[in-house]
């Protein structure tokens, strides 16, 4: 399969911990995005980087990074976990950065913070 | 600022029947209109996209959108659904001034056989 890969697809945490989500885009694409989706529902972007630079952030929380690296591929290092952070956690890639680009999707994770 | 808003968070037909799903924008310029959608604990999949041209669009599986710039308006229709299109349905769009994806809330289809 040469989708969008994401790992672990399921984390659990404690409160205060931390984690490390990380995205594998599909082969050529050098535009990741990040999401976050609550309630099964709500797609909130996070951040967009295009050849490893950021281009655009959105509800990213400051306790959280995310980095892009020589081969696209990208992490989201977690900090200082809340019970709100419980959601999933999308990634998409696209070929270029740019309204009209598709986005593929990746499975998502799952993170649940207890 | 832009905003995307789905008015109806659910939506249930017969299979064999016909389906709109209402989205409407709200941008000053021309935005690039999306519809996705998300099967059951799957990522999301592009159905169709718009940007210029003929205002109707066609997708994939039979789904096309129909483009309105006076209703400021992109709803998303099937002429006979099946029960394998109970999914959630997203309407999205995005800018030249700002290349983020703007999501509406979704709007849960559920096909009755």
């Known amino acids: 399969d040469s989708g969008v890969v994401q790992s672990p697809r399921h984390i659990i945490k404690e409160k205060g911990g931390r984690s490390v989500l990380t995205c594998i885009p599909i082969?050529?694409?050098?535009?990741v995005v990040w999401y976050q989706q609550t309630l099964g529902k709500e797609l909130k972007f996070l951040i967009q980087?295009?050849?490893?630079?950021?281009?655009d952030k959105g509800f990213l929380p400051s306790r959280f990074s995310v980095q892009q690296f020589d081969d696209y591929h990208s992490e989201m290092n977690m900090s200082a976990l809340e019970l709100e952070d419980s959601a999933m956690y999308f990634c998409?890639?696209?070929?270029?950065?740019?309204?009209?680009?598709?986005?593929?999707f990746g499975p998502g994770t799952r993170l649940t913070v207890l | 600022a832009q905003s995307v808003t789905q008015p109806d968070a659910r939506v249930t037909v017969s299979e064999g029947a016909s389906l709109q799903l209402r989205c409407k924008y709200s941008?000053?310029?021309?935005?690039?209109l999306f519809w996705y959608v998300q099967y059951p604990r799957q990522g999301l999949q592009l159905l169709l996209k718009?940007?210029?041209?003929?205002?109707v669009v066609q997708g994939v599986n039979g789904f096309e959108a129909e483009f309105s710039k006076s209703n400021s308006s992109f709803h998303l229709r099937k002429a006979s659904v099946h029960w394998s299109d109970s999914a959630v349905y997203f309407c999205?769009?995005?800018?030249?001034?700002?290349?983020?994806?703007?999501f509406g809330s979704g709007t849960q289809l559920t096909v009755m056989p």
């Open positions: 998409a890639s696209s070929l270029v950065w740019g309204g009209y680009a598709e986005q593929f």
């Open positions: 082969s050529g694409h050098s535009n």
């Open positions: 980087h295009y050849e490893k630079v950021e281009r």
């Open positions: 941008y000053s310029g021309t935005p690039y």
């Open positions: 718009y940007y210029s041209g003929d205002p």
């Open positions: 999205a769009l995005s800018s030249s001034g700002s290349w983020q994806l703007i």
